[in-house]
């Protein structure tokens, strides 16, 4: 391969691993500072929260709550509506701070389930996109250290193979 033919290759190969790199998880605080609690204003709290996030598969929740105050049930859309425990998906997290790492697509609804914090309040529904969206950039520092990385290593690998 002459030199130009070279130079395309590594860059194309470098943009396609930051594409790759930049699609990576991102790890969402529930609520941030309000954590995952009784929220003063009402639900109002996480649904503001989850407007401004963007959910992918793969992608983290971190549910900070002191165990035993609070926990985190998956339910069906109708249970979230209604606060009620009629249709749980999987089992209930009661030890806290949780992480809940984000399966498939789709909505997702998490509720307390302790006395009537979820009427009042603490409840959180999602969107969560398929694997195949558009790269969107990370606010994750390590992510930024695992790209130079893999560009090192594409790096090297070329070096020695072309
Ligand atoms: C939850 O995720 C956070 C952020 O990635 C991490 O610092 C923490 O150790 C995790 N906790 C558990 C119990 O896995
Ligand atoms: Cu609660």
Not at 120 to 144: D, E, F
Request: aromatic content about 8%.
């Amino acid at each position: 391969m002459d030199k130009v033919m070279r130079m395309v290759v590594v860059g194309a190969l470098a943009i396609a691993t930051l594409l790759q790199v930049t699609t990576a998880q991102t790890v969402h605080v529930v609520g941030e500072d309000t954590a995952w609690t009784i929220p003063v204003s009402g639900s109002v709290v996480y649904t503001t929260w989850a407007s401004k996030n963007t959910f992918k598969v793969g992608d983290t929740l971190v549910f900070n709550f002191a165990t035993s105050r609070h926990d985190v049930q998956e339910v069906a859309k109708a249970s979230f509506e209604e606060c009620n425990t009629k249709n749980v998906i999987g089992k209930s997290i009661t030890t806290g701070p949780a992480n809940v790492t984000l399966e498939s697509p789709g909505e997702h609804y998490y509720i307390c389930t302790v006395g009537k914090h979820c009427l009042a309040g603490q409840k959180l529904a999602i969107t969560v996109s398929g694997t195949s969206n558009a790269p969107r950039p990370s606010s994750s520092s390590s992510t930024v250290v695992f790209a130079s990385f893999l560009l090192s290593l594409s790096s090297i690998a070329l070096a020695i193979f072309i």
